[in-house]
């Protein structure tokens, strides 16, 4: 199967060297901390490596202000910030990069918007889009869903067989999403991907920095 590499033009954005074993995705509706900024240094504290703020049902506004108390506490404990969707918001609280779905702004426009420098992830579903997303210039590749998940009702799973294809031809980091939790990470342990991104087995548990805590080691060594 012919490979995809990486573009020359993103071989030195910030996204070089940054670790996606355990990526978090925030749901203001499912956590069980008081506040998103609470949940998010949990879960960094619990071994989280990449912070995504997913903002679907609040103001530009309110938005901006969670983003900018997100970002103090992911620069203060170093771990990288995506904003979801919304470049603007991106480029407003100097986060340090933007995803994307298949049906929001297209990678071109994003990129113009938030400039060269910043990472830039896009959700893909199959091989084709994967291959697509590398080629456009994408820092890396959300693939799923990979379960049932409750966050997102219409997705469709995506095989492992499938996750496998794409990890095979595309060489950029790709993280495998939707309805990852400690019953079904290990299935994704020798798959070759770069992580795991994961929404409710982290933020609605009772207890934020174990649950992180358990995902990776279960997701690197299938054991705790």
Do not use: W
């Not at 925030?26 to 998103?36: C, P, S, V």
């Not at 470049?87 to 407003?92: E, G, N, P, T, Y």
């Amino acid at each position: 199967m012919k490979q995809v590499n990486v573009p020359e033009h993103s071989k030195n954005r910030c996204s070089a060297g940054v670790d996606y074993t355990l990526y978090l995705v925030t749901d203001r509706e499912l956590m069980t901390a008081d506040t998103i900024e609470e949940c998010v240094e949990q879960a960094i504290l619990g071994g989280c490596t990449v912070v995504q703020l997913r903002e679907k049902t609040v103001s530009s506004s309110e938005f901006f202000q969670t983003a900018l108390r997100v970002r103090e506490i992911t620069a203060r404990l170093g771990v990288p910030l995506i904003i979801n969707d919304r470049a603007d918001i991106a480029l407003a609280v100097d986060a340090d990069g933007l995803h994307i779905g298949q049906d929001d702004l297209p990678y071109e426009a994003a990129r113009r918007i938030i400039g060269q420098n910043k990472i830039i992830g896009i959700s893909a579903h199959n091989l084709s889009e994967a291959k697509t997303a590398a080629e456009m210039g994408a820092d890396y590749i959300g693939v799923g869903a990979m379960f049932a998940t409750g966050t997102k009702t219409d997705a469709d799973p995506t095989d492992i067989n499938e996750l496998r294809r794409i990890r095979e031809a595309v060489k950029i980091p790709m993280v495998a999403i939707g309805g990852i939790n400690k019953n079904n990470v290990t299935y994704l342990t020798d798959t070759g991907i770069d992580g795991i991104a994961v929404v409710s087995a982290i933020v609605a548990e009772q207890d934020i920095t174990g649950a992180a805590r358990n995902l990776k080691a279960l997701f690197k060594g299938g054991y705790l």
